[in-house]
């Protein structure tokens, strides 16, 4: 069965660096685009980035643009997330979520996630 | 950008009809899809494409999209469909866009 399993969370403190993972098993990994996506304590979900099945395409949220970087390995069937120069409103649930949908020029309007890894816990706190 | 609202809350009485909405700027010219998120677990895809179900979703679960205005319908609200409901949209300007979630309680 298709399974997610993120890695990678913990506390660190403002400033710091932290790579999340996520584990992908039951599907051709590379023939999917990829997401990452974020949930505050108590808070909403909220979109992170996604890349393309080739890792060629890569969009970014705004909040996070500049400090983070999504990637890839389709030989070892993973995602990845740098974060760098986390900030206490990083502090958040990640989910890593296979994405469904054809894109096509950029153009994607038909993406949605599922499924969903379990997540993994960031705390951005000194 | 684009913004999706949704009421904090909705409930409703074991058995009757939940209705769950989401607006948007003719939203209705969008691909809207709905998710569940109960206490502690991951999201689930629940509809897609505005009115389709991925297998496993009961048929209780439906939805519908014109206007400025989608809507997610629970028929016969069970106790275990107590949870939050996410829609989110594709928007060429923003990217992937979450509305900001409606906790639904079933009295």
């Known amino acids: 069965q298709v399974q997610l399993v993120e890695s990678g969370g913990g506390l660190v403190k403002p400033g710091g660096s932290l790579r999340l993972s996520c584990a992908a098993s039951?599907?051709?990994?590379?023939?999917?685009?990829m997401s990452w996506i974020r949930q505050a304590p108590g808070k909403g979900l909220e979109w992170v980035s996604y890349?393309?099945?080739?890792?060629?395409?890569?969009y970014y949220a705004d909040s996070v643009k500049g400090r983070f970087t999504i990637s890839r390995d389709n030989a070892k069937n993973s995602l990845y997330l740098q974060m760098n120069s986390l900030r206490a409103e990083d502090t958040a649930v990640y989910y890593c979520?296979?994405?469904?949908?054809?894109?096509?020029?950029?153009?994607?309007?038909?993406?949605?996630?599922?499924?969903w890894g379990q997540g993994t816990l960031v705390t951005v706190s000194s | 950008s684009y913004e999706l609202t949704q009421p904090l809350s909705v409930s409703v009485a074991l058995g009757q009809t939940a209705r769950i909405t989401c607006g948007g700027n003719?939203?209705?010219?969008?691909?809207v899809h709905w998710y569940q998120q109960k206490p502690g677990q991951a999201p689930v895809l629940v509809i897609y494409?505005?009115?389709n179900r991925p297998s496993g979703i009961p048929e209780r679960f439906s939805g519908s999209n014109s206007g400025n205005t989608a809507t997610l319908t629970i028929s016969r609200a069970q106790a275990g469909d107590e949870a939050d409901y996410y829609c989110?949209?594709?928007?060429?300007?923003?990217?992937?866009?979450f509305g900001g979630g409606t906790k639904l309680t079933v009295l």
């Open positions: 890349i393309s099945s080739s890792g060629s395409t890569i």
């Open positions: 039951g599907f051709t990994f590379s023939d999917y685009y």
């Open positions: 003719n939203i209705g010219s969008k691909n």
């Open positions: 979520a296979r994405v469904e949908g054809d894109c096509s020029g950029g153009s994607c309007p038909f993406m949605r996630f599922d499924p």
């Open positions: 494409r505005d009115s």
């Open positions: 989110q949209v594709w928007d060429s300007s923003t990217a992937v866009v």
